[in-house]
Nanobody, 129 residues
Framework: QVQLVESGGGLVQAGDSLRLICVVS????????MGWFRQVPGKEREYVAG???????????TDADFVKGRFTISRDNANNTTYLEMDGLQPEDTAIYYC???????????????????WGQGTQVTVSS
């Protein structure tokens, strides 16, 4: 049974940082693409970042402006974990953040939430002004 469990969300103030954590079980983690998405009520799930399998995983970030070098994705294959470091958080970053896993996904397809096979339950990030 594949499980992705996110943690690390919470209520913070503008300018603060958070590190989101996604622990994965039930699959061979090192062979899977990992991604982070976010979603606010009434809007489509939005791509944030992705990292390919392997020790030197190829990293991609959304083309949208909101990342602007503030977010960093990484993975720890030894611990079946992927991270999303978020700095300089702003109220518009308030959302539920989800991690996702897929055995084979292209850089273009990775930006479409419907193309990913496995999802976590999400972790709420709330940024107050």
């Amino acid at each position: 049974q594949v499980q992705l469990v996110e943690s690390g969300g919470g209520l913070v103030q503008a300018g603060d940082s958070l590190r989101l954590i996604c622990v994965v079980s039930g699959l061979t983690f090192k062979d899977y693409y990992m991604g982070w998405f976010r979603q606010v009520p009434g809007k489509e799930r939005e791509y944030v970042a992705g990292i390919s399998p392997g020790r030197g995983g190829l990293i991609t970030y959304t083309d949208a402006d909101f990342v602007k070098g503030r977010f960093t994705i990484s993975r720890d294959n030894a611990n079946n974990t992927t991270y999303l470091e978020m700095d300089g958080l702003q109220p518009e970053d308030t959302a539920i953040y989800y991690c996702a896993a897929d055995p084979s996904i292209s850089s273009i397809a990775s930006r479409m939430f419907e193309r990913w096979d496995y999802w976590g339950q999400g972790t709420q990030v709330t940024v107050s002004s």
